[in-house]
């Protein structure tokens, strides 16, 4: 399995934006798409934005279309999301994940997952 740290996290003021940075290591990372979920207090872990394995299709949440953009860089061994707009509702820990599938959206499909990082947005 390959293992994932993600950082970028922190508190922003609301129509801020951040950079979640996710860094892979332990397996190939080109052979890998990657995603990006989140969980807010409460709340069960949803999915946020994913990309195939060579970068070229991606998938999004229908509340983060237009303001979130997932991108990696396989030369880095690093998949990005970067948020823009941020809003009070999109405070939560923020996960990266890992899978073996050209690209999928659903948690189960992930085998491989990060400890996440903290994005707070104040109002």
């Known amino acids: 399995q390959v293992q994932l740290v993600e950082s970028g996290g922190g508190l922003v003021q609301a129509g801020g934006s951040l950079r979640l940075s996710c860094a892979a290591s332990g397996r190939t990372f080109s052979g890998y798409a990657m995603g990006w979920f989140r969980q807010a207090p409460g709340k069960e872990r949803e999915f946020v934005a994913a990309?195939?394995?060579?970068?070229?299709?991606?998938n999004y949440a229908d509340s983060m279309k237009g303001r979130f953009t997932i991108s990696r860089d396989n030369a880095k061994n690093t998949v990005y999301l970067q948020m823009n707009s941020l809003k009070p509702e999109d405070t939560a820990v923020y996960y990266c994940?890992?899978?073996?599938?050209?690209?999928?959206?659903?948690?189960?499909?992930?085998?491989?997952w990060g400890q996440g990082t903290q994005v707070t947005v104040s109002s």
């Open positions: 994940a890992a899978t073996t599938e050209y690209i999928a959206t659903g948690m189960n499909r992930f085998g491989s």
């Open positions: 990309i195939s394995w060579s970068g070229g299709s991606t």
